[in-house]
């Protein structure tokens, strides 16, 4: 699941109204943007941290990508917030366990004791939307049970109902180069369908069946008769945290970086789908290259006139071809030609330096140099002429943070890569 940590942290009583919450953030001083709290010093950041994991959410979701998204956080107050926000990725506060049991025998329809032969009261892991547990099914196999906290529901729709929490995540991740209202549907359906573990299950048989047969991909084992809409049971597995793959011998973190890039970039071009929370958590590092992925709570799908469209893209990076892929990215995005179309094609040439310049080191100053880029050419559009302004496809918003959070990861990883022939492996030619 998303935010995993070796452990969870204390329990806290998840505040649920709509008034509640913005009231914490208010008291972060949030109210105008994200600023406030991703610019925060030591104690500031820590009481961020604090505040954020309690009210767990979408709120929390914005803290969190400021601890491992480069470029979120100013470079002189990295340091104290990335520290203390890396608490709140590892040690979300965690639900009673009495509230667990509640939810588990709700949904699964019998006493915990009659669905597993052992089932850890403590938490392994716990995160924004829910938490983890170990157990034993009655047929011996040891399983990883995601257990949604009780309230979440009216947290997330507290949060969505907060402009503040939206302004948060739109202005970390360039929200506001979309259309208002497309954007507000789009980032509202996809936080929904997390608290939907149902449908988590069923994206997680699509991304097992994509990559089958791939022997450095894993995707958990699904136990559909031990999950509903609040429970997901999968096979329990293990390996080393981001942390520790960061500093693995520099052979392991090459095999990692092209197995994470295929797995993501498959994901895109070929099932038109992409799991949009690239979170250092949701990944664990295994012997030979092989990862193991482990949520599929925030998937977007690419509409299918879209994909053809993005294969092009692709294409054009992969051969080098700037003129092909200028025509692409207007194609994609719908520009009107003008200075914004100029823009955003430069922009989006930027992104793509790990395929047109392959093999390709991504740094951390390059991937936060991405999302400076962003906040400048947001800056700019507000002067460019009506007639020549745009709007972007408001599902490319959990494109960008998925981008954001993607490089960022495979920053950490610090290798060189040969991204073009990965690609050239998987992705389907062109009609």
């Known amino acids: 699941m998303s935010d995993e940590s070796a452990m969870a942290g204390p329990e806290k009583k998840l505040p649920s109204s709509r008034l509640g919450r913005f009231a914490r953030l208010a008291a972060l001083g949030v109210r105008t943007g994200a600023g406030a709290v991703l610019g925060a010093e030591k104690a500031a950041a820590e009481r961020a941290a604090d505040v954020l994991g309690t009210m767990r959410g979408l709120a929390a979701k914005v803290g969190q990508m400021g601890s491992y998204v480069d470029g979120l956080v100013p470079e002189d107050k990295r340091d104290a917030y990335e520290a203390s926000l890396k608490l709140l990725r590892a040690q ?21 004791d009659a669905l597993f032969a052992h089932f850890d009261e403590e938490p392994i892991a716990s995160a924004s939307i829910g938490q983890v547990h170990r157990a034993t099914t009655r047929s011996g196999d040891e399983v990883a049970v995601k257990v949604q906290h009780p309230g979440i529901d009216k947290a997330v729709e507290a949060d969505l109902a907060n402009a503040s929490v939206l302004e948060m995540m739109g202005g970390a991740l360039g929200g506001r180069r979309f259309d208002s209202r497309a954007f507000l549907e789009v980032v509202s359906a996809r936080f929904r369908e997390e608290l939907d573990y149902g449908l988590e299950a069923e994206r997680l048989s699509a991304f097992a069946e994509l990559h089958r047969g791939d022997p450095h991909i894993r995707v958990p084992r699904l136990f559909p008769d031990l999950s509903a809409r609040r429970v997901l049971t999968t096979e329990l597995v293990g390996g080393l945290g981001f942390d520790d793959a960061c500093e693995a011998p520099e052979a392991d973190r090459l095999r990692w970086a092209e197995t994470l890039w295929r797995f993501v970039f498959k994901g895109n071009l070929v ?42 893209m692709h294409w054009a990076a992969i051969d080098r071809d700037r003129a092909r892929f200028d025509g692409a990215v207007s194609d994609l995005i719908g520009a009107k030609p003008g200075r914004l179309e100029r823009l955003a094609r430069d922009y989006t040439r930027r992104c793509f330096e790990p395929l047109f310049d392959a093999p390709y080191r991504i740094t951390r100053t390059y991937a936060a140099g ?35 959070g993607f490089y960022s990861v495979l920053a950490r990883l610090d290798v060189e890569v040969d991204y073009a022939a990965i690609e050239r492996a998987f992705i389907p030619p062109l009609a």
């Open 271 to 312: 099932m038109g789908m992409f799991n949009a929370d690239p979170h250092p958590g949701n990944y664990f590092f295994q012997d030979d290259g092989r990862v193991c992925f482990l949520d599929y709570g925030c998937v977007q799908v690419i509409p299918p006139d879209q994909r053809p469209k993005a294969r092009a």
């Open 92 to 112: 979300a506060p965690r639900s009673s366990a009495a509230d667990v049991r509640r939810v588990v025998e709700e949904d699964l329809g019998g006493p915990i």
């Open 370 to 404: 991405l999302v400076d880029g962003m906040k400048d050419m947001a800056k700019a559009a507000r002067k460019i002429p009506e007639g020549e302004f745009f709007t972007m496809p408001a599902e490319m918003f959990f494109m960008n943070r998925l981008q954001f």
